[in-house]
């Protein structure tokens, strides 16, 4: 799986930048980056991409690789970019996830298949912090100006969510699937 975000300039004082998130089993890499592997079973990865600098055509080139990994299975389905300089990735994952050494989430049940939110830094690609979405398997995110998180996402549990900037264990508000 594939997702592909832009972001430029204006909005955040980088260079021109293109981000690429889903997940991997066994090992993966970009060209002059990793490799990244899993025996186990699916890891998570977010890669950054940088564009050549002088007049067109432009090309693409690997700058940062980003792994989230487990002792089973992780999905990231969605990015998104606020205006700060930080990415925000959602997925799920079950019994455990690591974004860094010092930052894991694990689920309430052992077995179970939880949500999350993660958000790191563009430049470096380093993680800053996470936090678990239980009740819910998100398939997308979106930020506003405040960067309040929206969350779409699939059963069992809620269809939507908004949780305030920084996200933690309370949200704002919940919609159910409807009946039928």
Not at 24 to 34: A, I
Not at 47 to 61: E, K, L
Not at 117 to 122: C, E, F, L, Q, T
Not at 125 to 134: K, L, Q, R
């Given at each position: 799986?594939?997702?592909?975000?832009?972001?430029?300039?204006?909005?955040?004082?980088?260079?021109?930048?293109?981000?690429a998130?889903?997940?991997?089993?066994?090992?993966?890499?970009?060209?002059?980056?990793?490799?990244?592997?899993?025996?186990?079973?699916?890891?998570?990865?977010?890669?950054?991409?940088?564009?050549?600098p002088?007049?067109?055509?432009?090309?693409?080139?690997?700058?940062?690789?980003?792994?989230?990994?487990?002792?089973t299975?992780?999905?990231?389905?969605?990015?998104?970019?606020?205006?700060?300089?930080?990415?925000?990735?959602?997925?799920?994952?079950?019994?455990?996830?690591a974004?860094?050494?010092?930052?894991?989430?694990?689920?309430?049940?052992?077995?179970?298949?939880?949500?999350?939110?993660?958000?790191?830094?563009?430049?470096?690609?380093?993680?800053?912090?996470?936090?678990?979405?239980?009740?819910?398997?998100?398939?997308?995110?979106?930020?506003?100006?405040?960067?309040?998180?929206?969350?779409?996402?699939?059963?069992?549990?809620?269809?939507?969510?908004?949780?305030?900037?920084?996200?933690?264990?309370?949200?704002?508000?919940?919609?159910a699937?409807?009946?039928?």
């Amino acid at each position: 799986m594939l997702k592909l975000t832009r972001m430029g300039s204006v909005a955040t004082g980088v260079p021109p930048a293109a981000f690429a998130c889903g997940h991997f089993s066994g090992n993966f890499s970009l060209p002059g980056l990793g490799p990244l592997s899993n025996s186990v079973g699916q890891d998570g990865v977010v890669a950054r991409f940088d564009r050549s600098p002088g007049p067109p055509p432009f090309n693409w080139f690997p700058a940062w690789l980003a792994q989230a990994s487990s002792t089973t299975n992780v999905s990231v389905n969605d990015l998104t970019l606020d205006a700060g300089g930080r990415y925000y990735i959602t997925g799920s994952y079950t019994n455990d996830v690591a974004f860094s050494a010092s930052l894991t989430l694990t689920t309430s049940v052992a077995g179970a298949t939880e949500g999350f939110v993660a958000w790191g830094d563009v430049n470096t690609g380093d993680f800053i912090d996470a936090f678990a979405v239980p009740g819910m398997t998100p398939t997308a995110i979106a930020l506003d100006p405040t960067t309040a998180i929206y969350l779409a996402g699939s059963a069992p549990g809620a269809m939507a969510r908004l949780y305030p900037p920084g996200g933690g264990a309370g949200f704002n508000w919940t919609a159910a699937h409807p009946t039928g």
